[in-house]
């Protein structure tokens, strides 16, 4: 008997001392943080900013270690940047193929949601609709005021983009049909359009939808209007897609942030309230050689 009591309490005492292990391994796996850190600046489209600021923001309320700077500066800016390694993703509102002196073969692709760009005018102009060929006719000085189409008798003052600008290489390949566009003053940032745009009389520009405001008119083209709709089915020619590049394979770090750019809670829902449009939402794709064609 003396034999089994002692027997009885070994095995109590061995038990005792498994549960205490597992309670301390417990803890010790509890204790340790698998929250990623690290820092990511994104640079390029100022029609991306936006979205990307947002994103970025709720993102590090959710992950404190990680630190992200976003900044505008062009999609031609954003491309070169990146390619060189001076910031982790570069933001493009093109295919890395169409701008010159990137070797896209070197950068990876990641679109997060579809923009449209709409031309918009003072309001003042006294017109909501144009055709395409007149509107191409604005831009290489065919047409000078805008009651040649309809409008006041008003000088037009054209306000582009400057060269390796996304918006701008969107614009034309829709509107200009090789086509050069007259000199005029440009501004990169669409911020700054649109308030230029709304303070300057006869003036005309083009906009990403998310930066049309009403203090400004958008055009229709040809009685289409610029809505998400029309650009899912490519009724309404003026979209892109909205890339963020990285060099290479992204590291660990950025490729969760990308991962929760095309999250549902980002694609259901800052895509959609800051007037983006989802990927998913498209009935037709486009290539880097502007190639549209249904999904």
Known sequence: MKNLTKIAALIIASSALLVGCG?????????????????????????????????????????????????????????????SGAVIIGNSDI????????????????????VGMAPVVNKNAGVKNITMSQ?????????????????????????????????????????????????????????????????????????????????IQELSIDGVKPTDENVTNNKWKIWSYEHMYTKGQPNKVTKQFLKYMKSDKVQKGLVKDLGYISISQMKVQKDANNKVTSN
Do not use: C
Request: neutral net charge; charged residues 20%; aromatic residues 4%.
């Open 95 to 114: 295919f890395a193929e169409q701008q010159s002196g990137i070797k896209a073969d070197k950068l990876v692709d990641h679109k997060v949601a579809v």
């Open 23 to 83: 309670k301390s391994g417990s803890g010790s796996s509890a204790s340790s943080s698998s929250e990623t850190s690290g820092k990511i600046t994104v640079v390029g489209s100022t029609a991306l900013q936006p979205l990307v600021e947002k994103a970025a923001e709720n993102y590090q309320t959710d992950n404190s270690k990680v630190s992200i700077t976003v900044q505008g500066g062009g999609s031609g800016t954003g491309l070169s940047q990146v390619q």
């Open 135 to 215: 509107l191409r006719d604005i831009f290489t000085g065919k047409i000078t005021n805008w009651k040649e189409v309809g409008g006041k008798d008003e000088s037009i003052v054209l306000i582009n983009r400057p060269e390796g600008s996304g918006t701008r290489a969107t614009f034309e390949a829709a509107v200009m049909n090789g086509e050069t566009a007259k000199k005029s003053q440009e501004q990169d940032s669409n911020g700054t359009v649109q308030k230029m745009v709304a303070q300057t009389p006869g003036a005309i520009s083009y906009l990403a939808f998310s930066y049309v405001k009403s203090t």
